[in-house]
């Protein structure tokens, strides 16, 4: 793992920035992205600069079971508002939240996993340790599955909707097998309310119970924080 640590997330950005530039000049051009704030600056960073997504292909990482893309807090909205309606990419992939089997969907999504090896995969991660929504206590073999959140993380995710019971209980999550698969990994995260997973996936035991620390199996991680989120290390 390599541990990078920022004054801000912005600086954080910039980094990212030249990773994935890096990245599509050598010709590599699957990316898996993520959702959520933290890489809300990257994206921001992407859309102004002069990189060519258009060849390239986005696969995320889930989405919340019942609401559609057309809902303001959907991933499939967030996705369109900050990168792809600005910056086009050849192809875009995000599960279905409105999927009416299930099953049926988590097998498409499997399948353009398997013919999309991803070159560089975005993550942030959750205050319980989460990775895409992949909750504490997920196989590590798991491939996408619909999962029950937490209810630390319905807490969590709260701050984006109007209500409580507006959060869905449900989404579909790429696997950890999955996020695995790509050849080199970017987590972030920022904030002091990130410090204690941060910490114990870089220090701790590896362990479902932590999904983040799985990473530290993983031959080619770019761990990215900012001051606060890097605050517990020891
Ligand atoms: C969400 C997403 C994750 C994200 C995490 C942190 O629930 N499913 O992919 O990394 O929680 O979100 P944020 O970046 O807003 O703190």
Redesign the pocket.
């Given at each position: 793992m390599e541990i990078k640590i920022f004054k801000n997330a912005n600086d954080a950005a910039k980094t990212v920035e030249t990773i994935f530039a890096k990245t599509l000049k050598s010709g590599d051009e699957v990316f898996g992205l993520?959702?959520?704030?933290?890489?809300?600056t990257t994206y921001a960073r992407l859309v102004t600069s002069d990189l060519d997504f258009s060849n390239a292909t986005a696969i995320n990482?889930?989405e919340y079971y019942g609401l559609n893309s057309d809902h303001p807090q959907s991933?499939a909205y967030f996705m369109n508002k900050h990168l792809f309606n600005k910056k086009p990419f050849k192809h875009t992939y995000i599960p279905n939240g409105i999927a009416e089997d299930p099953q049926a969907e988590i097998d498409r999504y499997n399948k353009i996993l398997e013919e999309n090896p991803r070159n560089l995969q975005i993550?942030?991660?959750?205050?319980n340790g989460?990775?895409?929504?992949n909750e504490p206590g997920t196989d590590f073999a798991s491939k996408t599955q619909l999962v029950n959140?937490t209810e630390e993380?319905i807490e969590?995710?709260q701050r984006?909707f109007k209500k409580r019971e507006d959060v869905p209980k449900q989404?579909f999550?790429m696997g950890i097998d999955s996020i695995l698969d790509a050849d080199h990994i970017i987590l972030?995260?920022?904030?002091e309310?990130?410090a204690d997973a941060v910490k114990d996936m870089i220090e701790g035991p590896v362990t479902e119970l932590l999904p983040a620390s799985i990473l530290q199996k993983h031959n080619h991680v770019t761990i990215i924080l900012d001051e606060d989120a890097a605050s517990k290390l020891s």
């Open positions: 993520a959702t959520g704030s933290t890489p809300e990482l889930d991933y993550l942030g991660i959750g205050t989460h990775i895409g929504f959140l993380t969590a995710n984006f989404a999550s972030m995260a920022f904030g309310n990130k």
